[in-house]
C-alpha cells in the first residue's frame, strides 16, 4: 500500500471508472479526496463510500470545461483541507467517435474543450496554491492517442497530444517551484468510455474482448504510487500501464 497519509486530493472525473477508482486507492492510501465531477449524485454516493469504509471524502460538483467551476472546486478543497497537495486530471470524453468529414463542429470543439481547455483549467487553478506551498503533484491522463492517430478519434488524439504538450510546459515553468508532473498513459481500460468505443465499431480499439482491457483498479494503483517519492525518477515523463517496471513499481505484479 502507497503511503498518502496527510496529502489533500483533487480527483476530476471521479464519478466513474478511473476517477472513482483513484479517489478509492488514495483514500485507502490515507490521502483526503475531493471528487470532483458534474454527476453531483454519483460522486456524493462514491464519496460517502469512502467515508464508511474509514476514508476522508468530499464530493464537489464541477464542470472542468468551466475554469470559475474548476476554481470552485479548487476554493472548497482549501477551505475544507488546507491545502492542496495532488491533483489528477482524469476527466475526459471519447464521444462523439466519427469521420473527421462528417464531424459536427459544435459537438467537436465541446470534446476539446472537456479534454485541453479542462486539463488546463485544472492546472491554472491548481498551480498558484501549490507554487505557494513550494510543493504539489499533478498527474496528468494521457493516452496513446496522443501520439498515435485512431481512426473516429480526431477531437480525441489532437487533444490529447496538446494536453501532452501542456503538462511538458508545466514541467517546464514550475519545476523549479517544488511541483511534481507526470503524465500517464492507462492504455485501455474496463470503462464506460470502451463501451462507447465498442459501440461505435470503428478502428481496432472497438474489436478488443472486453477481457483486454484492464479494470479501473489498476491505473488507480498505479496513480496512487506516481505520488509519493518513490516515482521521483520519472518527474517530467510520461509512464505507460503496460510498462511491467510500473506495474512493479505499483505493487501489482
Same mark, same amino acid.
Given at each position: /500500500?502507497?503511503?498518502?497519509?496527510?496529502?489533500?486530493?483533487?480527483?476530476?472525473?471521479?464519478?466513474?471508472?478511473?476517477? %472513482?477508482?483513484?479517489?478509492?486507492?488514495?483514500?485507502? %492510501?490515507?490521502?483526503?479526496?475531493?471528487?470532483?465531477?458534474?454527476? #453531483?449524485?454519483?460522486?456524493?454516493?462514491? #464519496?460517502?463510500?469512502?467515508?464508511?469504509?474509514?476514508?476522508?471524502?468530499?464530493?464537489?460538483?464541477?464542470?472542468? &470545461?468551466?475554469?470559475?467551476?474548476?476554481?470552485? #472546486?479548487?476554493?472548497?478543497?482549501?477551505?475544507?483541507?488546507?491545502?492542496?497537495?495532488? +491533483?489528477?486530471?482524469?476527466?475526459?470524453?471519447?464521444?462523439?467517435?466519427?469521420?473527421?468529414?462528417?464531424?459536427?463542429? %459544435?459537438?467537436? %470543439?465541446?470534446?476539446?474543450?472537456?479534454?485541453?481547455?479542462?486539463?488546463?483549467?485544472?492546472?491554472?487553478? #491548481?498551480?498558484?496554491? =501549490?507554487?505557494?506551498?513550494?510543493?504539489?503533484?499533478?498527474?496528468?491522463? $494521457?493516452?496513446?492517442?496522443?501520439?498515435?492517430?485512431?481512426?473516429?478519434?480526431?477531437?480525441?488524439?489532437?487533444?490529447?497530444?496538446?494536453?501532452? /504538450?501542456?503538462?511538458?510546459? &508545466?514541467?517546464?515553468?514550475?519545476?523549479?517551484?517544488?511541483?511534481? +508532473?507526470?503524465? +500517464?498513459?492507462?492504455?485501455?481500460?474496463?470503462?464506460? =468510455?470502451?463501451?462507447?468505443?465498442?459501440?461505435?465499431?470503428?478502428?481496432?480499439? $472497438?474489436? =478488443?474482448?472486453?477481457?483486454?482491457?484492464?479494470?479501473?483498479?489498476?491505473?488507480?494503483?498505479?496513480?496512487?504510487? =506516481?505520488?509519493?517519492?518513490?516515482?521521483?525518477? +520519472? !518527474?517530467?515523463?510520461? !509512464?505507460? /500501464?503496460?510498462?511491467?517496471?510500473?506495474?512493479?513499481?505499483?505493487?501489482?505484479?
Amino acid at each position: /500500500m502507497h503511503d498518502l497519509t496527510g496529502k489533500v486530493a483533487i480527483i476530476t472525473g471521479a464519478s466513474r471508472g478511473i476517477g %472513482a477508482a483513484t479517489a478509492v486507492a488514495m483514500a485507502e %492510501a490515507g490521502a483526503s479526496v475531493v471528487l470532483a465531477a458534474r454527476t #453531483a449524485d454519483q460522486i456524493e454516493a462514491n #464519496a460517502q463510500r469512502i467515508r464508511e469504509n474509514g476514508g476522508n471524502a468530499i464530493a464537489v460538483a464541477c464542470d472542468v &470545461a468551466n475554469f470559475q467551476s474548476v476554481e470552485g #472546486a479548487v476554493a472548497i478543497c482549501i477551505e475544507t483541507y488546507g491545502k492542496l497537495d495532488l +491533483f489528477v486530471a482524469n476527466a475526459g470524453v471519447i464521444d462523439p467517435i466519427g469521420p473527421l468529414v462528417t464531424s459536427n463542429p %459544435a459537438s467537436w %470543439a465541446h470534446a476539446v474543450q472537456i479534454n485541453l481547455i479542462g486539463a488546463y483549467n485544472g492546472l491554472r487553478a #491548481a498551480l498558484p496554491i =501549490m507554487q505557494t506551498q513550494q510543493s504539489g503533484t499533478v498527474i496528468n491522463i $494521457s493516452s496513446g492517442a496522443a501520439h498515435s492517430p485512431m481512426e473516429g478519434w480526431s477531437h480525441y488524439c489532437a487533444a490529447k497530444a496538446a494536453t501532452a /504538450m501542456l503538462l511538458n510546459n &508545466a514541467q517546464l515553468e514550475h519545476a523549479n517551484d517544488g511541483i511534481r +508532473f507526470i503524465g +500517464f498513459r492507462p492504455g485501455t481500460v474496463a470503462t464506460y =468510455m470502451q463501451s462507447a468505443i465498442k459501440a461505435s465499431g470503428i478502428n481496432p480499439v $472497438s474489436q =478488443m474482448d472486453p477481457s483486454d482491457h484492464y479494470k479501473p483498479e489498476w491505473p488507480a494503483q498505479a496513480i496512487a504510487w =506516481m505520488c509519493t517519492s518513490d516515482a521521483d525518477e +520519472f !518527474l517530467g515523463q510520461e !509512464l505507460y /500501464m503496460g510498462d511491467e517496471e510500473v506495474q512493479r513499481r505499483a505493487g501489482l505484479i
